[in-house]
């Protein structure tokens, strides 16, 4: 079984620009997660999806950032304008389904860096 | 908010030795998990419990959740070099399935 796919695994880019992240989560897994990892630090939810509505984004920075999964697969995550502070691993994850003990399984996340 | 703290942030030890590291919140959770991550890698489910007071064992690491489901902890007994890593503990709540993570305690095993 494929696991989750992201790209870039890498990608720098000077403050303001934008940019694009991309997942490709397990097939027929319901519900997709971003996350934002700060070196050494545990990873913060930015927004969860089941299907293609959105569970939870409180703590997505919507003046800058902005996510979508269209048709209820694959999803994306832009940032735009970046900051210096958006210097991060990003992570997606995908689950069968969003409760209970369900596993979350993630893809190898995308290393950001703003310059 | 719902906050998962987890103690110590930082551990080295010898290869060996015996750890434990805690995970603590105000809030009662419907099921708590235990990852561990590697550089590079994205977080990898250990287990995962939803009874309050349940212990499961994986080889030489020991879960315990406990009775309020409010806290959690993870025993490794001989660690060895391989188990370094960020360990991570995550919950969701009992309404909306939201999946958060503790900050994560780093795990260093020195042979």
């Known amino acids: 079984e494929a696991g989750v796919a992201q790209s870039p695994r890498y990608k720098i880019i000077e403050k303001r620009q934008s940019v694009a992240f991309w997942c490709n989560p397990i097939?027929?897994?319901?519900?997709l997660y971003w996350y934002q990892q700060i070196l050494g630090q545990g990873p913060k939810l930015l927004i969860q999806f089941q299907n293609n509505g959105v569970v939870d984004d409180s703590q997505l920075p919507k003046d800058r950032f902005s996510a979508e999964r269209l048709k209820g697969v694959d999803s994306t995550l832009k940032i735009q304008p970046a900051k210096l502070e958006d210097s991060a691993v990003y992570l997606c994850?995908?689950?069968?389904?969003?409760?209970?003990?369900?596993?979350?399984?993630f893809g190898q996340g995308t290393r950001l860096t703003v310059v | 908010t719902q906050l998962l703290e987890q103690s110590p942030q930082f551990l080295s030890i010898q290869e060996g030795e015996n750890l434990t590291v805690y995970c603590n919140s105000s809030s009662v959770f419907s099921s708590l998990q235990w990852y561990r991550q590697e550089p590079g890698e994205g977080p990898v489910l250990l287990v995962t419990v939803v009874t309050g007071g349940e212990v499961k064992k994986l080889k030489r690491l020991t879960f315990q959740f406990g009775d309020a489901r409010k806290d959690s902890s993870l025993h490794i007994t001989a660690a060895q070099p391989g188990d370094t890593g960020l360990y991570l503990c995550a919950a969701r709540n009992n309404q909306g399935g939201k999946l958060i993570f503790g900050q994560g305690t780093e795990l260093s095993v020195k042979p």
């Open positions: 097939s027929g897994h319901a519900t």
């Open positions: 994850a995908s689950s069968l389904r969003g409760g209970g003990g369900t596993e979350a399984f």
